[in-house]
C-alpha cells in the first residue's frame, strides 16, 4: 500500500490541482469543477486553512469581508 508524508501528498495535491483546472477548462463540464474545488479543499485541509465543519462554506469568509464572489 502506498503511503504518503503530508509534503508529498501535498505536492500530489498540488499537481492534481493542475490536471483538474486543465480538465475543467478543455471542457467546461461542471462535474470537473467540482473535482477541481475537492482537491482545493484539501490543500487547504492539509495546511490548516479550511475545516469541513460548521463555517466551511468558501462564501462565508466573502460575506465576511464585504465581497461576494
Avoid: N, W
Avoid at 498540488?14 to 477548462?25: A, G, K, N, P, V
Avoid at 495546511?47 to 469568509?61: C, N, T
Amino acid at each position: 500500500m502506498l503511503q504518503y508524508t503530508d509534503r508529498t501528498f501535498l505536492r500530489h495535491l498540488e499537481y492534481r490541482l493542475i490536471e483538474e483546472l486543465e480538465e475543467y477548462l478543455e471542457s467546461k463540464d461542471p462535474e470537473e469543477l467540482a473535482d477541481l474545488l475537492e482537491v482545493c479543499y484539501r490543500v487547504a485541509e492539509l495546511k490548516g486553512r479550511f475545516s469541513r465543519g460548521a463555517g466551511a462554506d468558501p462564501a462565508d469568509k466573502g460575506s465576511r469581508a464585504g465581497r461576494v464572489f
